[in-house]
């Protein structure tokens, strides 16, 4: 008699060899790690873009809020984009990621 694998079954299955794999370094949350890389390029980018203004090198601007280029607004850029390109852009939580990075970029403006 054949047998029959019904969706319950695959599941499990799947959860069972999920939960056997070795776990990453690196996080499997793509819009996580991506507003991450965009964040870190970011404050790195601060080093030279002080060294291009000012002619010298401020080590202090990796830690620093603030100026340009401004890594908050690349992180929630970043994050919209990688809730786009992951889950599409007819979902929610694109929807939501679109509008609170509009509205962080348009305030930071104002600032």
Known sequence: ?????????????????????????????????SAFIAFSLAQFLKLFTTWFKEKRWDSRRIVSSGGMPSSHSATVTALAMAIGLQEGTN?????IAVVLACVYVQNKGWS
Do not use: Q, Y
Request: a negative charge; proline letters at 13%; charged letters at 10%.
């Open 1 to 33: 008699m054949d047998e029959v694998m019904t969706t319950a079954d695959a599941a499990a299955n799947n959860r069972a060899a999920s939960s056997l794999s070795p776990p990453s370094l690196l996080p499997s949350n793509l819009p996580l790690l």
């Open 91 to 95: 979902g929610p939580a694109f929807a």
